[in-house]
Nanobody, 130 residues
């Protein structure tokens, strides 16, 4: 059974930084995408970023490209989302998510095309406010 456990959310001022972590366990297979979605109050859940397992390629939504960086540490089975130059509009619950359909996951992140994700974490709140 896949388990994704997020940590690292909190309150930060505009322009500040946070790093989210997602501890992964129970995932089988070598071909999958793992990354982050977010959902702000009153809005649809949206893809933020993902990384593919087999080649390490990274993908970002336009709204976060150049400010957020996704990475992974295979020795710790952990995926990170480094968020810099945070804006109030980044305020949301951030969810770690994983799925074996890599092309669809990438389309969800890059083009905002909704998809059903196989595994979700419980979410962590990020609030950007002065």
């Amino acid at each position: 059974q896949v388990q994704l456990v997020e940590s690292g959310g909190g309150l930060v001022q505009p322009g500040g930084s946070l790093r989210l972590s997602c501890a992964v366990s129970g995932f089988t297979g070598d071909y999958y995408a793992i990354g982050w979605f977010r959902q702000a109050p009153g809005k649809e859940r949206e893809g933020v970023s993902c990384i593919s397992s087999h080649d390490g390629k990274t993908f970002y939504a336009d709204s976060v490209a150049g400010r957020f960086t996704i990475s992974r540490d295979n020795t710790k089975n952990t995926v990170y989302l480094q968020m810099d130059r945070l804006k109030p509009e980044d305020t949301a619950v951030y969810y770690c998510a994983a799925d074996q359909n890599v092309p669809k996951y990438v389309r969800a992140v890059v083009h905002g095309i909704p998809m059903t994700i196989g595994s979700w974490g419980q979410g962590t709140q990020v609030t950007v406010s002065s």
